[in-house]
């Protein structure tokens, strides 16, 4: 009888410290998963932070999930010849690569939107020093400093970026042809399609007093760009 009671009182104990056991870890899990969801929430927060736009206050930039892209480097002379301005306008993305952003729609330059800008400024002022467009000096001296300040942008661009694509070279050590060699890129289109989407929203909208939207050189080129345009239509080019 003793022994029977004793026999009883140890299953009970075992069964009370299984219930202990499967509570704690239950508490554990429990405690994991409140930490887990808590950090997961700061993350999130910090992905999707609130910007004012004001001041220094936003992203540094846009579309942080850019997919990846190759481009096979083609000889394009024949595609933008240098004296086609329409075929070179065409280059720049949509508002010359300026946004809005944010909810007063604070205008901002994207640096791609930027670059090709200047390229296309750098190749209005060499045609425009070879064909003597310019009749007034200071519009001469406008051009050049736009395109010497285009000339450092794009610089520093290409040092940003650091290529490090190999170019096989030729038998004196010299770089070979460059066509045909694939380069590891960032998919171009979303970024044009973004400022695209961007210009359609903000469209009609105006800007608040004393924005800028418009880089030095826009309106020089533009209204070479539509005299250009004037003179092939007239047949004088």
């Not at 009182?9 to 870890?25: K, R, T």
């Not at 390229?119 to 010497?148: C, K, Q, V």
């Not at 960032?186 to 970024?191: L, M, N």
């Not at 210009?199 to 800028?212: F, I, R, T």
Request: proline residues 6%.
């Amino acid at each position: 009888m003793f022994l029977q009671v004793s026999s009883n009182s140890d299953g009970h104990l075992i069964h009370l410290l299984f219930i202990a056991a499967i509570l704690a870890l239950g508490t554990t899990v429990l405690n994991a998963y409140h930490t887990l969801h808590l950090r997961s929430q700061m993350l999130a927060s910090r992905n999707h932070k609130e910007y004012s736009y004001l001041g220094d206050n936003f992203p540094p930039r846009i579309l942080s999930n850019i997919q990846p892209a190759a481009m096979s480097i083609l000889n394009g002379s024949n595609i933008y010849p240098l004296e086609d301005d329409r075929k070179w306008a065409s280059v720049v993305p949509p508002g010359h690569g300026f946004v809005r952003m944010g909810p007063t729609g604070r205008p901002f330059a994207i640096s791609m939107g930027h670059q090709l800008h200047c390229l296309n400024g750098i190749r209005f002022a060499y045609i425009a020093a070879r064909d003597n467009i310019f009749s007034d000096p200071d519009e001469i001296t406008a051009s050049f400093n736009h395109a010497n300040h285009c000339f450092d942008l794009i610089r520093q661009s290409i040092l940003c970026n650091a290529d490090t694509t190999l170019v096989p070279t030729g038998e004196s050590g010299t770089p070979g042809t460059l066509y045909g060699t694939l380069h590891r890129c960032r998919d171009w289109t979303q970024v044009r399609a973004f400022m695209a989407s961007n210009q359609k929203h903000w469209k009609g909208v105006p800007l608040e007093p004393d924005s800028e939207l418009s880089p030095p050189g826009t309106l020089i080129l533009e209204d070479h760009v539509a005299q250009s345009h004037d003179k092939q239509m007239a047949g004088e080019r």
